[in-house]
């Protein structure tokens, strides 16, 4: 697994997981499914609460890549 902590709006995550991304390839592994959100300070059950102080982790499973699969 690897994860990524988004500090902010929601709408505003996609640049963070493109970091997880090129972070992800850059250290020799890939993605093996679909991305998850863990929300860890978001909007409450009575405020919105100030989107800019959002905390989500963006987390891809991955597997390290085996050298003999790369052309």
């Known amino acids: 697994m690897a994860q990524i902590l988004h500090v902010g709006r929601y709408d505003e ?5 493109e ?5 992800i390839r850059s250290q020799g ?3 093996t ?9 978001g909007p409450g059950f009575l405020f919105a609460g100030d989107p800019d ?4 982790l963006i ?3 991955v597997k390290k890549i085996d050298p003999s699969d790369i052309p």
């Open 29 to 31: 592994y890939e993605i």
């Open 53 to 56: 102080d959002y905390l989500t």
């Open 33 to 41: 499914g679909l991305h998850e959100e863990e929300y860890l300070k």
């Open 19 to 23: 970091v997880l991304k090129e972070f």
């Open 13 to 17: 995550e996609i640049a963070d997981t």
């Open 59 to 61: 987390r891809y499973p």
